[in-house]
Nanobody
Framework: QLQLAESGGDLVQPGGSLRLSCGASGFSLQRYAIGWFRQGPGKAREGVGC????????VYADSFKGRFTISRDNGGTTVTLQMTDLKSEDTAVYYC?????????????????WGQGTQVTVRT
């Protein structure tokens, strides 16, 4: 069973940057589309973006275009979410998820495996 793990969550000041990573034990992530989601305090989980497994590039929710970037690193064994110009409203638990394709509606049911999340807190 594919198991994902996120890392890199931290406390960061507004305007700062942070890089989150998603990895898998015993599996290469190259064959999967990897989505990033987040859940802020008292809010529903929402899609951030997704990187395709078929060379189709990335898809981002409109709110994150220009500030967040998803890429594959280490020969495709990890997927990174680079976040810049962070704001207090970016405070959330961030999750990565594996699926077979990227879709702009970011339905959670399109993803078959999830990590446990990593906490990002943005405050002074």
């Amino acid at each position: 069973q594919l198991q994902l793990a996120e890392s890199g969550g931290d406390l960061v000041q507004p305007g700062g940057s942070l890089r989150l990573s998603c990895g898998a034990s015993g599996f290469s992530l190259q064959r999967y589309a990897i989505g990033w989601f987040r859940q802020g305090p008292g809010k529903a989980r929402e899609g951030v973006g997704c990187i395709s497994n078929s060379g189709g590039g990335e898809v981002y929710a409109d709110s994150f275009k220009g500030r967040f970037t998803i890429s594959r690193d280490n020969g495709g064994t990890t997927v990174t979410l680079q976040m810049t110009d962070l704001k207090s409203e970016d405070t959330a638990v961030y999750y990565c998820a594996a699926g077979w394709g990227c879709y702009k509606n970011f339905r959670e049911s399109d993803y078959q495996a999830w990590g446990q999340g990593t906490q990002v807190t943005v405050r002074t």
